[in-house]
Nanobody, 120 residues
């Protein structure tokens, strides 16, 4: 059984910073791409940032220059450093990962989500 557990969300003022973490645990053989998505009320879930095993990254245009994704492969953890936060960044943030279980099968997993609210 595999779990992705996010942490680090909360309430922050515009211009502030937050750091999200997502730790994968369970019967994991390998983790491939990892990423962060977000979903605001009434909107679809969109990609925020993604990172490959080798460290190549991809960002949504709306967060380029403000957000940084990174990962610690030894800890099976992905991070999202969010700076210069704006009210429009308010959403539930979800961790996502493609990983191989000990059985050798590759699946896509989602975390439970963590709320980020940017408001004065």
């Amino acid at each position: 059984q595999v779990q992705l557990v996010e942490s680090g969300g909360g309430l922050v003022q515009p211009g502030g910073s937050l750091r999200l973490s997502c730790a994968a645990s369970g019967s994991i053989r390998s983790i491939y791409a990892m990423g962060w998505y977000r979903q605001a009320p009434g909107k679809q879930r969109d990609l925020v940032a993604a990172i490959t095993t080798g460290g190549s990254t991809n960002y949504a245009d709306s967060v380029k220059g403000r957000f940084t994704i990174s990962r610690d492969n030894a800890k099976n953890t992905v991070y999202l450093q969010m700076n210069s936060l704006k009210p429009e960044d308010t959403a539930v943030y979800y961790c996502n990962a493609d990983l191989a279980t000990m059985s050798g099968h590759v699946y896509n997993y989602w975390g439970q989500g963590t709320q980020v609210t940017v408001s004065s």
